[in-house]
């Protein structure tokens, strides 16, 4: 997700937060967003749930117990440590593909006024349905997109205003 290292500051649940996380695990895929992990010489059985790559906000499920983990790479921690992160809050007025995909849905319409965090498309990538949400409060001004469409990385779906 960042080139500064790699290394994660992760709050789960928005209760407990892990400094100097690193992805230093052994994963094996299975099947359906469902991986078998190895660290520290311990067997997990994790399922990622819903992804948010814009927010870095994920669901997963770990030995069948479900997690809400927002991770934050360095740059985020610097922001908040300067106390920026108000100013930080920038306007985003498109929201791109994260990844290759298949538009399976599209929630809204142009004209149509959202909030942060509402559901925009759906986008399905690597047999995993991921729930793009709006950046920020504003009204759709254009969709590029239409159900069933195959999309590349970066590609423009949505206009905000």
Excluded: C, W
């Amino acid at each position: 997700m960042n080139n500064t290292g790699d290394q994660y500051k992760a709050t789960v649940n928005g209760q407990f937060t892990f400094d100097n996380v690193t992805p230093e695990l052994d994963i094996a895929p299975m099947s359906d967003g469902r991986y078998h992990v190895l660290r520290d010489n311990i067997s997990y059985h994790v399922e990622i749930l819903y992804t948010d790559y814009n927010s870095k906000s994920f669901t997963i499920k770990v030995n069948g117990s479900v997690y809400e983990v927002q991770l934050e790479d360095l740059y985020d921690q610097l922001v908040n440590r300067l106390g920026l992160s108000v100013l930080a809050q920038h306007k985003v007025r498109e929201v791109r593909a994260p990844m290759p995909g298949l538009v399976l849905d599209i929630s809204v319409e142009a004209g149509q006024q959202v909030l942060k965090g509402e559901p925009l498309l759906i986008l399905e990538a690597m047999k995993m349905e991921n729930v793009l949400k709006s950046p920020g409060d504003g009204i759709v001004k254009a969709i590029h997109v239409k159900k069933g469409d195959a999309v590349e990385k970066s590609l423009l779906l949505i206009e905000l205003d």
